[in-house]
C-alpha cells in the first residue's frame, strides 16, 4: 500500500490592496518584535530575503470562492476548483513574497485511501 506524502498546489488568486497593507504590516511588526505574530502563523525570510508567512489550518478559512486568514484579510480564490482535496488533512497556506509580487500555495495531505482485499 503507498500513502502519498504532502502535495503543493499554487493558487490562483485576487490580491486587494486591504490584503497587501495587513501583509505588509504583519512583516514590519514580525522584523520589530517577531513575539507579535498571531497564533497560527509563522514568519521566516529566505536565504534570497523574501519574506514567507505559513498559515496553519487553525490561522485561515477556505469558502467558496475565497480564502481568510485571521486577523489579516480575505484572498479572493479563482476559478472553480477547490483549493485542496475534499477530506485532505494538515492544511497549510504559504505566502511568499517573490519580485513579481505575492506567491500563494497550500500545502496538504491527501486522504488515505485503503483498498482491501484486491483481488
Known amino acids: 500500500m503507498v500513502h502519498s506524502k504532502s502535495c503543493e498546489v499554487t493558487l490562483a488568486v485576487k490580491i486587494t490592496e486591504e490584503l497587501v497593507k495587513g501583509l505588509e504590516a504583519l512583516r ?8 507579535t505574530v498571531p497564533k497560527g502563523l509563522s514568519c521566516s525570510e529566505s536565504k534570497e530575503g523574501q519574506f514567507i508567512l505559513v498559515a496553519a ?4 478559512i ?6 481568510v486568514i485571521k486577523g489579516i484579510g480575505a484572498i479572493e480564490l479563482l476559478g472553480d ?31 488515505i485511501i485503503r483498498e482491501r482485499n484486491i483481488k
Open 57 to 60: 489550518e487553525a490561522a485561515f
Open 81 to 111: 476548483a477547490p483549493a485542496f482535496v475534499e477530506g485532505a488533512k494538515s492544511k497549510t497556506l504559504i505566502l511568499k513574497a517573490t519580485p513579481e509580487g505575492w506567491r500563494f500555495s497550500v500545502k496538504y495531505v491527501p486522504p
Open 28 to 35: 514590519l511588526s514580525w522584523k520589530g518584535d517577531p513575539a
Open 62 to 67: 477556505t469558502l467558496p470562492g475565497a480564502c
